[in-house]
């Protein structure tokens, strides 16, 4: 080093900004730096599905009234072993994600297995027991297959009440006859007591679904939109 850089006063401060810069920068790249936090991040990938949740354990329903074609909607064999006996609400979001589900057991079991509908309007939802009674009245006026298509609709394009007479005339019934049953209020007697036939079987919240068998008597309660699985272990338990 020459005698002129080291009688230089600003040399000095120079070499000393550089050590600073130096130690710095390798004090940054050690101290509290890991393997992992100095690996580049991964690539994001689609997650494994997550493994399906155990059925719950079962519980029985009790006082349960077995299915009657002359006062319930039953959709398949009249005659099954098993019966679906659902308590819903139309408005309500997860009896809307339910509906497939049954209707996915009623094609695998076929003549095994059918679904009973009864009513189990929440008093929270303006639009479930206006949906029930006109339910009720597109299977007065159309008949049994009626009413099937007619909460098929419901589920399908919603339970609002402004849109249920569309719903009726677009499956044949007349318009006028329909509003006259409504306006009628013959139904509301029916549903409130499916409601509180429901209760009294164990009922808390829709949907609420007993698996009931018709020879033995025996049966499952199932609350809530439970997964298909869910419903087939306890179809499977009872047959």
């Known amino acids: 080093m020459s005698d002129q850089n080291s009688s230089n006063p600003w040399f000095g401060v120079s070499m000393a900004l550089v050590g600073v810069i130096v130690g710095y920068g390798i004090a940054m790249g050690t101290i509290g730096t890991s393997a992992s936090d100095a690996a580049p ?7 494994q599905p997550t493994p399906q949740a155990q059925p719950p354990a079962p519980v029985v329903a009790k006082d349960v009234r077995p299915a009657d074609a002359d006062n319930d909607h039953i959709k398949g064999n009249l005659k099954a072993t098993i019966s679906l006996i659902e308590y819903s609400d139309f408005e309500c ?3 809307s994600r339910h509906h497939p589900t049954l209707q996915q057991a009623l094609d695998e079991y076929g003549d095994d297995v059918n679904w009973v509908y009864r009513h189990y309007p929440l008093p929270f939802h303006p639009n479930a027991i206006p949906s029930a009674v006109g339910s009720e009245c597109a299977a007065e006026l159309g008949g049994n297959d009626a009413f099937w298509s007619f909460i098929d609709l419901i ?4 339970a609002d009440q ?4 569309g719903y009726a005339t677009e499956l044949g019934i ?3 006859k329909y509003n006259d049953c ?3 209020d013959k139904y509301t007697e029916h549903v409130d007591a499916e409601m509180a036939e429901g209760s009294a079987s164990g009922v808390r919240g829709t949907p609420g679904t007993i698996i009931y068998n018709n020879k033995t008597k025996e049966s499952q309660y199932i609350s809530g939109a439970q997964p298909y699985a869910n419903v087939k272990a306890a179809i499977d338990a009872l047959l």
């Open 182 to 184: 409504v306006n009628s």
């Open 155 to 158: 589920f399908e394009k919603g």
């Open 162 to 165: 402004a849109n249920l007479e």
């Open 174 to 176: 007349n318009a006028s």
């Open 93 to 95: 979001p997860f009896c």
């Open 41 to 47: 991040s991964p690539t994001p990938t689609a997650q």
